[in-house]
């Protein structure tokens, strides 16, 4: 399973970095690695089913991240 690496924007405004996506090594669910580009630049982990999704803003679905700028995966095989 892909994620594009690079800058997303949260639907409530914040932007974050998505660095890959890795798999839980208990149920083997596939996660989304990134960091918040705020507050304390926090690193997150967030199942990538959830971070796909859309959500309802005034009536209207929208995803949940939004691509905003894509870069090339650091962790990406040859």
């Keep these: 399973m892909s994620l594009q690496p690079g800058l997303y924007q949260h639907y409530k405004g914040p932007q974050y970095r998505v ?7 208990e149920t083997e669910e596939h996660v ?3 960091q918040a580009l705020y507050g304390d630049y926090g690193f997150w ?10 959500v309802t803003v005034e009536g ?3 995803p949940r991240f ?3 700028e894509p870069e090339p995966s650091l962790f990406s095989r040859p």
């Design 19 to 25: 660095f890959n996506v890795a798999r839980h090594s």
């Design 32 to 34: 989304v690695f990134y």
């Design 45 to 54: 982990v967030r199942p990538l089913s959830m971070f796909l999704e859309t």
């Design 60 to 62: 209207e679905q929208v």
């Design 66 to 68: 939004a691509l905003i």
